[in-house]
Every structure is written in structure tokens, then in C-alpha cells.
């Protein structure tokens, strides 16, 4: 990890692009943007680590990571992948708690991290700002709802589905291995594997030098419907 140094005028523009800080007062802003800073990562650096205290709230700029915890087993979950303009690490920045997750540059990512001590300060002083926090973590919670309810409801092939109906297209491509699709569908490679397989074999998608192609989009939206 190295720092970049950025101009003020740099920090006001990305802070203003978030929805976190659009709407606060002018002053309020550069004072953020003094507790700002621009950290630069390579593919495989970390972040940050499960456990460790939060140095604040981290807004990708460029590049992209990955969200993860890892089993007693040693077998890892990939929660979210983020991408430019995602935020995360919130409730640790918000609630003075340790980070929840490990979280790994999948490439070359520059990550915005605003500091934790001034954010709380800010959420008593402003009720508007903590406002905004209220209605984000009020997302967080039903995404995690949503979540939990697929990992009940829905058997692995109906999740391998949803989740290839729900990426970018310039997601899906090879450094998406099995073992990772697997670690973000909290299952192992094997049953991706034979979860491929079946999707193949029905015509929903095809899979050529390793990337995954969607053939019919109709099949795999039958596919990613819940098992009955």
C-alpha cells in the first residue's frame, strides 16, 4: 500500500460524487476532506483484516476488492465484490467495533478512506448526516435478509444463476475460478462445478476458454428461480 498525494480540490470532488457526503455544508465537507486520504493497492494486497481496529470508511475509487471471511475450516466466503464508487466498512466506522471482514484488491484499486473518529463526531453533530447513515445501513440489513433468505430458499445451481444473471458482463470473465464462484455462493468447488455442468447441459450458458456466456437468457431466468 502506498499514499497518493491528491489536491483538496480532488477530495471535495469525490466526497461530493458520494451519497454519504453530497448534501452537506461547504465547511463540513473540507473538514472531511482533511480526514481524507488516497491509499493505492496492488492485486493480492489487503486492506484490511478481520479483528484489527477500522481506520474508517473506504470508497473505492478505481479497481476492485473483495469482501470475505474465512471458515474454522480455513474455507473462504466471499461476501460482495466492490467496484469504483461502492463503499465498505461502515458499521466498524460508525460503531468504534473491530473490522467485521477481510477485504483483498482483486487488481490494481485506489481506495478513498475518510477517517472513523471524525465520521462519529460528525453523525451528533449533524442529524442530517445521520440521517443518511440510518437509511444506508436500513439497505445493508434488507440485502442481508435477502441474502440469507437465497442461501435458505434457493439450491446452489438456483444461486449460480442468479448470480450470473446479476453480474456485469465485463465481470464474467477468467478470474472468476471456480473456487471463488464457490466462496461467494458459500458452497465449495465441486458442487460449482457440477452446478456448470447442469447449467451447460440445459442451454442456459455456454463456457468458452473458461468465460461464462449466457446462450439463453430465458432458461437461466427459469434456472435462477427458487427450487420447488
Given amino acids: 500500500m502506498k499514499l497518493i498525494d491528491v489536491t483538496q480540490a480532488t477530495k471535495l470532488k469525490t466526497l461530493r460524487s458520494n451519497p454519504y457526503f453530497d448534501e452537506l ?81 482483486l487488481e490494481n484499486s485506489r481506495v478513498w478512506v475518510t477517517d472513523s473518529e471524525m465520521l462519529r463526531g460528525l453523525v451528533i453533530s449533524n442529524p442530517e448526516f445521520a440521517l443518511k447513515i440510518l437509511n444506508k445501513f436500513g439497505q445493508n440489513l434488507r440485502n442481508l435478509v435477502r441474502k440469507v433468505s437465497e442461501m435458505a430458499f434457493y439450491q446452489v445451481t438456483n444461486r449460480l444463476a442468479r448470480l450470473i444473471t446479476e453480474l456485469p458482463v465485463e465481470e464474467s470473465h477468467p478470474h472468476w475460478t471456480q473456487e471463488q464462484l464457490a466462496a461467494r455462493l458459500g458452497t465449495v468447488r465441486e458442487v460449482v462445478a457440477r452446478s456448470l455442468k447442469e447449467l451447460e447441459k440445459s442451454g442456459a450458458i455456454r463456457i468458452e476458454d473458461r468465460r461464462i456466456q449466457i446462450a439463453d437468457q430465458e432458461v437461466l431466468q427459469q434456472w435462477s428461480q427458487p427450487y420447488n
Fill in 25 to 105: 455544508p461547504e465547511v463540513v465537507t473540507n473538514d472531511i476532506a482533511a480526514h481524507t486520504q488516497l491509499r493505492e493497492y496492488e492485486r493480492g494486497d489487503v486492506l484490511f483484516w478481520e479483528g484489527d481496529p477500522c481506520a474508517g470508511l473506504h470508497i473505492i475509487e478505481s479497481g476492485s476488492v473483495k469482501l470475505y471471511r474465512i471458515s474454522p475450516q480455513g474455507r473462504q466466503y466471499i461476501i460482495s465484490v466492490l467496484t469504483e464508487g461502492a463503499t465498505c466498512n461502515e458499521v466498524p466506522a460508525f460503531d468504534g467495533g473491530t473490522n467485521p471482514v477481510n477485504v483483498e484488491a
